[in-house]
């Protein structure tokens, strides 16, 4: 059984940091794409961050250079280093396998950042 445990998120202020962690469990996660989204309030989810089983990574723009994704597959663990954030990178954060997420969908952790 697909489960998912996202943690890190606080209140910050615009340009600190934050690391994300999400643990995997019951699933096969050193083969699979990993990616984290977010959901800000009034809007439909996006995709922020992409990481392959090999390390490789992509970016949405609005991210690129400041967030990094990582994973460490002996863990089952994909993490998100937050930095130079911003008011609008306040959402409630997601993990999930990528090109077709997994059904189960964890609670996410939220992130708030003020002005």
């Known amino acids: 059984q697909v489960q998912l445990v996202e943690s890190g998120g606080g209140l910050v202020q615009a340009g600190g940091s934050l690391r994300l962690s999400c643990a995997a469990s019951?699933?096969?996660?050193?083969?699979?794409?990993m990616g984290w989204y977010r959901q800000a309030p009034g809007k439909q989810r996006e995709l922020v961050a992409t990481?392959?089983?090999?390390?490789?990574?992509i970016y949405a723009d609005s991210v690129k250079g400041r967030f990094t994704i990582s994973r460490d597959n002996a863990k089952n663990t994909v993490y998100l280093q937050m930095n130079s954030v911003k008011p609008e990178d306040t959402a409630v954060y997601y993990c999930n396998k990528l090109p077709i997420p997994w059904t189960t969908w964890g609670k996410g952790t939220l992130v708030t950042v003020s002005s």
């Open positions: 990481i392959t089983h090999g390390g490789k990574t």
């Open positions: 019951g699933v096969l996660f050193s083969i699979s794409v």
